[in-house]
């Protein structure tokens, strides 16, 4: 069973650095989601896509943060001019297509970011 | 805007115990429900979930949950745990017209052996 996968496992960089995650979903979902999790709290939506198209953004992605899935396969989130507060384990997500948003989304290990 | 409120940050019982975790949720339209687990070391993995029908669903390795519409509530049960079940739980919810799932904070479970 090949899961979502996310790479890299652990980034560490320094404050001002960009930074890139990878997240290559389950083969025959369409749906890709992006969620933020820190220490003590539950995971925290950020963006979604069916296939290519971006069809929603929370507010917490402000304008350093940028992501996309051009071909409707993988995706990447791109972080510029990293902040302390980027510190946090990302986690995407993917799930297969339905009506009513009913389909359970099926998530990967994640990329834990530190910020020195 | 919608919340998810989980009573417990950390419950703590021996093995055999019943467990049931409260988990309330705070929207006006319909939803749907999930529960997932979080092993330590491991990914994020769904326990169970509603979106019609009978309100008490029956998810892996013996849980179960109950969906209350007039409490706004989906708690997590199991009449005797393990071990093994020693992890994080999180309820969530979504919308049934966005795919944008609101976490509560997750509650510890550990089980003593």
């Known amino acids: 069973d090949t899961g979502v996968s996310q790479n890299p496992r652990h980034k560490i960089t320094k404050r001002g650095q960009n930074v890139t995650f990878r997240c290559d979903p389950i083969s025959e979902h369409n749906r890709l989601y992006w969620y933020r999790q820190t220490l003590g709290q539950g995971p925290e939506f950020l963006t979604y896509?069916?296939?290519?198209?971006?069809?929603?953004k929370s507010r917490l992605l402000s304008d350093r943060f940028s992501a996309e899935r051009p071909k409707g396969s993988f995706s990447t989130l791109e972080i510029q001019r990293t902040e302390q507060g980027d510190s946090a384990m990302y986690l995407c997500?993917?799930?297969?297509?339905?009506?009513?948003?009913?389909?359970?989304?099926?998530f990967g290990d994640g990329t834990r970011l530190s910020i020195l | 805007a919608q919340s998810v409120s989980q009573h417990n940050h950390h419950v703590i019982l021996s093995e055999a115990a019943s467990l049931e975790l409260g988990c309330n949720y705070s929207?006006?339209?319909?939803?749907?429900l999930f529960w997932y687990v979080q092993y330590p070391g491991q990914h994020l993995q769904l326990l169970l979930k509603?979106?019609?029908?009978?309100?008490l669903v029956k998810g892996i390795k013996g849980f179960e949950a109950e969906f209350i519409k007039s409490k706004f509530s989906f708690n997590l049960r199991k009449p005797s745990v393990q071990w093994s079940d020693t992890a994080e739980y999180f309820c969530a919810v979504n919308a049934r017209s966005q795919g944008n799932l609101i976490f509560g904070k997750g509650t510890k479970l550990s089980v003593k052996p």
């Open positions: 929207y006006g339209g319909t939803v749907n």
């Open positions: 997500a993917s799930s297969q297509g339905g009506g009513a948003w009913n389909q359970p989304q099926h």
């Open positions: 896509f069916q296939n290519e198209a971006q069809l929603e």
């Open positions: 509603y979106f019609s029908g009978d309100p």
